[in-house]
T-cell receptor, first 112, second 111 residues
Framework: ETGVTQSPTHLIKTRGQQVTLRCSSQ?????VSWYQQALGQGPQFIFQ???????GRGNFPPRFSGLQFPNYSSELNVNALELDDSALYLC???????????FGSGTQLSVL | AQRVTQPEKLLSVFKGAPVELKCNYS??????LFWYVQYSRQRLQLLLR??SRESIKGFTADLNKGETSFHLKKPFAQEEDSAMYYC?????????????FGKGTKLSVIP
């Protein structure tokens, strides 16, 4: 059984740039959630995708967007990067209706 | 708005001593509560959920709706319990199960 994988592991961008983060869900999981974890904070819900559609969104601006593909993998896109976007971005997959999340190792994004 | 509060950033206990990690929540409906754990160099993973009423690795947590608390307890701490612990709450909304996490408590078990 393959776990949740995220790429890249680390990324450095400058303010105003755009970034795409990728996530492959655990085998058989068709629901993917994205979380932002700032230093010293708990993970904060960004959005969730189910059957290739956004299925819930946290308090994040529209420049945070996502996609889910037919194989259940997912992307998180962030436009017009700001310094405060520097954080660990976690992807988690789950079965529909099951709140047990399986997390990836995360992508550490630094915005300079 | 839903909120999870973990009042202790760091908790140090001696091996064999009891452990209690505090978690308080704010939610207008009927919540689902969880504890997630992150061991050193490992991923965040589910430890237990209140709805299962289970004991995992000797840990238990009871949902107290009157005190809006979901404290995590273990009678005898082990060195391998040292980790970061996050309390989380699920609010149902439009079919999604977004989790609200606390800021976490780092548990350090002293040999």
């Amino acid at each position: 059984e393959t776990g949740v994988t995220q790429s890249p592991t680390h990324l450095i961008k400058t303010r105003g740039q755009q970034v795409t983060l990728r996530c492959s869900s655990q085998s058989g999981h068709n629901t993917v959630s994205w979380y932002q974890q700032a230093l010293g904070q708990g993970p904060q819900f960004i959005f969730q995708y189910y059957r290739e559609e956004e299925n819930g969104r946290g308090n994040f601006p529209p420049r945070f967007s996502g996609l889910q593909f037919p194989n259940y993998s997912s992307e998180l896109n962030v436009n017009a990067l700001e310094l405060d976007d520097s954080a660990l971005y976690l992807c988690a997959s789950s079965l529909p209706g099951n709140e047990k999340l399986f997390f990836g190792s995360g992508t550490q994004l630094s915005v300079l | 708005a839903q909120r999870v509060t973990q009042p202790e950033k760091l908790l140090s206990v001696f091996k064999g001593a009891p452990v209690e990690l505090k978690c308080n929540y704010s939610y207008s409906g009927s919540p689902e509560l969880f504890w997630y754990v992150q061991y050193s160099r490992q991923r965040l993973q589910l430890l237990l959920r209140h709805i299962s009423r289970e004991s995992i690795k000797g840990f238990t947590a009871d949902l107290n709706k009157g005190e809006t608390s979901f404290h995590l307890k273990k009678p005898f701490a082990q060195e391998e319990d040292s980790a970061m612990y996050y309390c989380a709450l699920s609010g149902l909304g439009a079919g999604s199960y977004q989790l609200t996490f606390g800021k976490g408590t780092k548990l350090s078990v002293i040999p």
